[in-house]
């Protein structure tokens, strides 16, 4: 459904004084596919890309280079109209903070009809019946209609951003970090939400989350960033034990889980710079299993079967443990 091929973004940060501007590699060759009806979660650090792939995938951010193509249709060879007819139409984004990405100066009605109304969907009562139909389908009364944002709780606000997000029937809803705004109490909530709307829907769905067992429990697959680069992708029963690379291994080591104990993988070494990524593969400088080749050409994709991908010279074993892999580490 939606394909992305090599696709790069680099975004110029001002630093070092007035006149000079440093390149911020924010997504470095990513190649990435979306089949109708599936989950895929992206994890990774904060400033690996996480959010840089999703405006990608949703139009907002034009790639510097590489192509995103939704339906076999090139989006940025496209006319703007068409483009945002396209987009507007078929993929809906639930932002992080929902009180910051709904207006607080619109009610809730208005909020959920402009989607509506800037792509004529409709007559004007049936956009109506669309917005109290909105409501129903994410939980909230018809009296939510007449609230401004600011007069809801945050898990409402975020079941109207859903709502927003779906109210033009899209194919794929990408959501980034929908619960790390809201209460522990909610989380779970808007979650369910999400995944219950999927399957009643049929929609196909981008989760990105720090919340990495949350995400391994959701998807179908899950995709590991690290420094703007996409660095595994694999089914999301390969995670964690199945998984190959390094990165992937020791994020999740680091991640608490209900019953199992956490038990780190620990990474020393220089954390490179967006600005001035290393040469080579991107995680060398924090790699246990790193040597002169990784330092001098990024690794080629390889495969673990047709649905795991990752990007390393040295993989780890599959079905190697955390404390194997600690004590190759010491």
Known sequence: MLELKDVHVVHRARSGGLFTRDRVHALTAANLTIAPGET???????????????????????????????????????KEPERRALVGSSVGMVFQDPSTALNRRLPVRQVLRDPL???????????????????????????????????????QRQRVAVARALALEPELVVADEPTSALDVSVRAQILNLLLDLKERLGLALVFVSHDIQT???????????????????????????????????????????????????????????????????????????????????????????????????????AGATDVELIQERS
Request: aromatic share 4%; hydrophobic share 40%.
């Open 40 to 78: 895929v979660g992206v994890v990774g650090e904060s400033g690996c890309g996480k959010s840089t792939l999703a405006r990608v995938l949703v139009g907002l951010q034009r790639p510097a280079a590489g192509t995103v193509t939704f339906h076999g249709r090139d989006l940025w060879a496209l």
């Open 117 to 155: 109304d800037v792509h004529r969907a409709g007559t004007p009562a049936q956009r109506e019946a669309r917005v109290r139909e909105l409501l129903d389908l994410v939980g909230l009364p018809a009296s939510a209609a007449a609230a401004l944002p600011g007069q809801l709780s945050g898990g």
């Open 215 to 317: 995400v391994r429990r959701m998807s179908d697959r899950v995709v590991t960033m690290y420094l703007g680069r996409i660095v595994e992708q694999a089914p999301a029963g390969d995670v964690p034990l199945r998984a190959r690379h390094p990165y992937t291994r020791a994020l999740f080591s680091a991640t608490p889980g209900l019953i199992s104990p956490i038990n780190p993988i620990p990474l020393v070494g220089v954390v490179p710079s967006a600005t001035r990524p290393p040469s080579g593969c991107p995680f060398r400088t924090r790699c246990w299993r790193a040597d002169d080749v990784c330092a001098a050409e990024m690794p080629a994709a390889r495969t673990a079967d047709e649905h795991h991908l990752f990007h390393c010279h040295h993989p780890v074993a």
